[in-house]
C-alpha cells in the first residue's frame, strides 16, 4: 500500500491538489483560472508544503501512422514539477524536457500503442479553450517509464507554455499541485489553503481525489489486522509449546537442582531468563539473516507476470510485490 501511495502521489497527484471550484466534478478547460504569482505565493505559504507546481491538463488523440488512442496532454514547468514527481528519474529513454525544444515526453505503453520511437513526430487533435480547435505535431525527446499503469497508457507531457499554445489557453492553469514535507500533516494545509484561497478554489488531498483508493487501503488493512492477530495467536502458541518440551525434557535437572537445595523461585528466575535468552538470540540471528534478504527485494522487487499481472494493472497497481 505505501508503494501504491507513493506510485499516486509521485507519479502525478501530489499530496495536494488547487483547482478553480467545480474542476473536480467537470474537469474542462473552460474551469481554468489565470495564471499568477500571487496564487502560487499563496499556496507554497501553507505549513508543511516542500514543493508546488502549475499545471495545465486536456485530453486529445495521439495518432501516429494509421494509429490513434486517446491520452491526456499535461502542460508542466519542468523545473518545478520533477520536484513533485521526480518524472526526470524516470526517464527511460531520451532526455527529460527543459522547455528549450518542441519535444514531449509519454509513457512507454502509450508509445508502444501507437508505434513510436524516440525521435519519431506525434500527431495531438482536441478541443481547446471555449471550444477552439487543437492541433499540433511534437517530436518525441523522451519515453517514460511509470509506477501507475494508467499513467504508462495515457499520459504525454509537453512544457506549460507549448500547451497553452496547443489549447489557446494562454496564461492559464487547470491546477496547482504540492508534496508535503515528511511527517507533516496533509488535512491541517488543505484546511488553511481553504481559507487562504478563497471561494473561487477548491483545495483537495489526494484521498479526495481518489476516495476508491483510500476505501480499498483502509478496508484491506482491517482485513489484515484480523489476520495478524490470528497468526500471533499460532506464533505464541508455537512458542509457548516449543519452551514448554523444553522444560519438561529438564525436569530430572530440575529434581536434581531441588535435592541440592535450589530454590523453586530461583529455578523459575533461571528457566525464565534461559528463555528470554533463548528467544532474544533467534529474534537477534533472524534479524541478521533476514535483513540483507529483505533490502535486496526491497531494491530489485519480485515482478507479477502474466495474468496476474494484467489483473493488478486493472486495478491501477504497479504489478510488482515490493
Given at each position: ?144 517509464h511509470l509506477g501507475s499503469p494508467q499513467l504508462n497508457e495515457r499520459l504525454l507531457v ?165
Amino acid at each position: 500500500f505505501n508503494n501504491l501511495v507513493r506510485n499516486i502521489v509521485s507519479a502525478y497527484t501530489g499530496h495536494l491538489q488547487v483547482h478553480r471550484k467545480g474542476y473536480q466534478d467537470e474537469q474542462i478547460l473552460d474551469n481554468s483560472f489565470p495564471q499568477s504569482q500571487e496564487t502560487m505565493a499563496i499556496l507554497r505559504s501553507a505549513d508543511g508544503l516542500a514543493h508546488a507546481a502549475p499545471r495545465l491538463e486536456a485530453f486529445a488523440l495521439a495518432s501516429s501512422g494509421n494509429k490513434t488512442k486517446g491520452c491526456m496532454v499535461l502542460g508542466i514547468d519542468p523545473a518545478a514539477e520533477q520536484q513533485i514527481t521526480g518524472w526526470d528519474q524516470r526517464i527511460s529513454e531520451g532526455r527529460y524536457i527543459d522547455g528549450k525544444q518542441e519535444t514531449v515526453m509519454m509513457g512507454e505503453r502509450l508509445a508502444e500503442r501507437l508505434d513510436i520511437r524516440l525521435g519519431d513526430t506525434v500527431i495531438l487533435i482536441g478541443q481547446g479553450y471555449h471550444g477552439s480547435t487543437a492541433a499540433g505535431k511534437y517530436r518525441v525527446g523522451a519515453l517514460m517509464h511509470l509506477g501507475s499503469p494508467q499513467l504508462n497508457e495515457r499520459l504525454l507531457v509537453m512544457p506549460l507554455p507549448m500547451a497553452q499554445q496547443f489549447l489557446s489557453a494562454d496564461s492559464l492553469l487547470t491546477s496547482m499541485v504540492a508534496v508535503m514535507r515528511d511527517g507533516e500533516d496533509m488535512d491541517k494545509a488543505a484546511a488553511q489553503l481553504r481559507s487562504r484561497m478563497g471561494s473561487q478554489f477548491e483545495t483537495l488531498t489526494w484521498e479526495q481525489i481518489m476516495p476508491e483508493v483510500k476505501q480499498h487501503i483502509e478496508t484491506d488493512t482491517r482485513n489484515m489486522r484480523v489476520v495478524q492477530w490470528i497468526l500471533y495467536v499460532l506464533i505464541s502458541f508455537g512458542i509457548f509449546s516449543t519452551l514448554l518440551i523444553m522444560m519438561v525434557e529438564r525436569r530430572f535437572e530440575t529434581g536434581m537442582l531441588l535435592a541440592l537445595g535450589m530454590s523453586k523461585p530461583r529455578i523459575q528466575v533461571l528457566m525464565i531468563l534461559e528463555s528470554l535468552m533463548t528467544v532474544m538470540l533467534g529474534s537477534v540471528a533472524g534479524i541478521t539473516l533476514s535483513v540483507p534478504v529483505v533490502w535486496y527485494l526491497h531494491a530489485r522487487p519480485i515482478r507479477i507476470t502474466g495474468e496476474a499481472a494484467s489483473a493488478y494493472e486493472r486495478f491501477g497497481f504497479e504489478p510488482i510485490f515490493p
